[in-house]
């Protein structure tokens, strides 16, 4: 089985939502959306995710973690998978099962392709357009779950070289899927490994938004050694709410080799401002390094665990289950399945 490596190096205008862009919203939704510059579910119902991040791709037996990441409270997973470029990739049964599973322990799946990672600067990197073909090859999978299911085109898809494609990249992958029929939300990660602190996604996530045609893009921001202070965490965050954009926090931890992040900032800015947030990540990582549990045992927290999991403005106090579940219907699209399969 292939093991992740340690979480690769990272080295941050818009006006608020026009009236014809909530109508194009409207329109064009039929699960977790867009509307005016938040992300909500099918039923118009405002959705924060608070939740952890998931290394399925190199651990594929470890799916019984879905059922201990929600028994810690969390509404949202973000799954590992693979387009084969890096990996083995992550075959359609295997989504289809990760969305079964995410729905019977009542969990909204962000699902993500890793082999983005640093394209430019790594070799072997997946473009955001390969990432796109990995998505249609799979749709099958996906189909009907549009209430339960993000589609994170690819992690970190820009190290910090050739960042400056980072939004016509983008669209063209968003419309690479559209045009398939995808109608899901797509989150899109921001450059520079995940941290923008170049600002690229900041200064063009107005021109990506509105080039998605069912202006159902959802901007992810990763939070390591570039936000080691409250200003800076709260300069990027609050630049977004302003815009009418809508923005989670797809990675932070509590510390990171490029410097040390302001968790607790983090986490108490995004409950300010209601945004939602997955933390790096349950388990696997070389050496512990930025693990919740050791060695995936759900009943042994690492400080980190026990910050994000039962610390002030942690996801114990400030989770709330996406309300798609409470008609206990999980049966719906091809990932559907009844609790007791």
């Not at 470890?62 to 075959?91: C, E, F």
């Amino acid at each position: 089985m292939q093991k992740r490596p340690r979480h690769l190096l990272p080295t941050e205008a818009g006006t608020a939502l026009a009236s014809a862009s909530g109508t194009a919203e409207a329109e064009a939704a039929t699960g977790i959306r867009v509307s005016n510059g938040r992300v909500v579910e099918a039923n118009g119902n405002d959705f924060v995710m608070r939740g952890v991040n998931h290394p399925h791709a190199w651990y594929t037996d470890r799916t019984g973690s879905l059922a201990d990441i929600k028994a810690k409270d969390a509404n949202t997973v973000r799954v590992v998978l693979s387009s084969g470029h890096h990996w083995p990739m992550t075959s359609a049964a295997e989504v289809s099962t990760i969305v079964r599973l995410c729905k019977r322990n009542r969990l909204i799946c962000v699902l993500e392709v890793h082999d983005t990672t640093g394209y430019g600067e790594v070799s072997g990197a997946a473009t955001l357009s390969e990432a796109a073909d990995y998505w249609i090859k799979v749709k099958g999978a996906l189909q009907g779950q549009e209430k339960y299911v993000v589609i994170n085109i690819g992690n970190e898809p820009h190290g910090n070289k050739g960042y400056e494609h980072w939004a016509s990249d983008t669209s063209a992958a968003i419309w690479k899927l559209r045009n398939a029929g995808f109608g899901h939300a797509i989150m899109v990660d921001a450059p520079n490994w995940g941290q923008d602190h170049s600002k690229t996604m900041r200064n063009d996530a107005r021109t990506v938004f509105d080039n998605d045609p069912k202006r159902n893009t959802i901007f992810s921001i990763h939070m390591y050694g570039v936000y080691g202070t409250a200003a800076t965490v709260c300069d990027y965050l609050d630049f977004f709410v302003s815009a009418g954009l809508p923005i989670v926090i797809g990675e932070f931890g509590d510390w990171h080799t490029d410097g040390d992040p302001d968790e607790d900032a983090i986490m108490a800015t995004a409950e300010r401002l209601s945004l939602g947030y997955l933390g790096w990540a349950w388990s696997g990582n070389t050496g512990g390094y930025l693990d919740m549990v050791h060695n995936f045992n759900a009943n042994s927290l690492t400080d980190w665990g026990k910050r994000i999991f039962s610390g002030t403005d942690g996801i114990t106090a400030t989770a709330k289950e996406a309300t798609i579940y409470a008609s206990g219907d999980i049966t719906g699209g091809n990932g559907g399945s009844s609790p007791s399969s």
